[in-house]
């Protein structure tokens, strides 16, 4: 904040903009992750239902993750610091809800998939004739390699984005209470 110019940004009303903003922005990949895992989720518990195929769907799970976000960063706004610091509560709540609250979700999530694809891959077909083999086929729910692939995907890079922001969350809250040497810092962000 101090490279643009300090005298706006320094105001009591345009900091608590920034910091809801930023929070904003700290929980928007994560719960991107996790709004990505409940589609998917639901696309293979609910594979019957064509609801969750539709693009209705998709577009009301992003909406609800955009409402999500904006509601839990709704407490930046009630920081009671009179100048443009952060207070502890308001730097521990951030890391968690952007790193430690998705992540433990997304894990549950991407369990329950895996979960669901060995199973449904794991069961025994009985032999029928070719005429009712057609209403299994069209019941039971197809998980190919191409979204097996993309689950691998996506949990490589939720774990690239959790591994790389986690400690510049945590020298966030640290650096106020112990002071951190710059370079450490520095490290932290690169």
């Keep these: 904040m101090s490279n643009f110019d300090i005298r706006r940004l320094y105001v009591s009303r345009t900091c ?11 929980v928007a990949v994560p719960f991107a992750f996790v709004t990505f895992s409940i589609n998917r989720l639901c696309l293979m518990v609910y594979h019957a239902k064509p609801f969750f195929k539709k693009k209705r769907w998709l577009i009301i799970c992003i909406i609800c993750q955009w409402i999500g976000e ?14 443009c610091n952060t207070e502890l509560w308001g730097r521990i709540y ?3 809800m952007a ?6 979700i997304n894990i ?3 369990i329950a998939i895996f979960i669901r694809v060995r199973s449904v891959t794991r069961r025994v077909q009985p ?12 019941q039971q729910a197809r998980i190919s390699r191409r979204e097996i ?3 691998r995907q996506m949990i490589f890079i939720f774990l690239t984005f959790i591994i790389g922001w986690t400690p510049v969350y945590i020298v966030n809250i640290i650096n106020p ?5 710059p370079i450490i810092s520095q490290l932290s962000i690169l």
Aim: net charge positive; hydrophobic share 45%; with cysteine.
């Design 177 to 181: 209470i112990l002071h951190i040497h």
């Design 70 to 83: 904006f509601i839990i960063s709704l407490p930046s706004i009630f920081r009671k610091e009179p100048y």
């Design 127 to 138: 032999r029928t004739n070719n005429t009712s083999e057609n209403s299994n086929r069209i």
């Design 108 to 110: 549950m999530l991407n």
């Design 94 to 96: 951030t890391c968690m």
């Design 16 to 26: 608590t903009l920034l910091f809801y903003a930023y929070n904003v922005a700290g």
């Design 99 to 104: 790193v430690f609250v998705p992540s433990f």
């Design 149 to 151: 692939f993309l689950l």
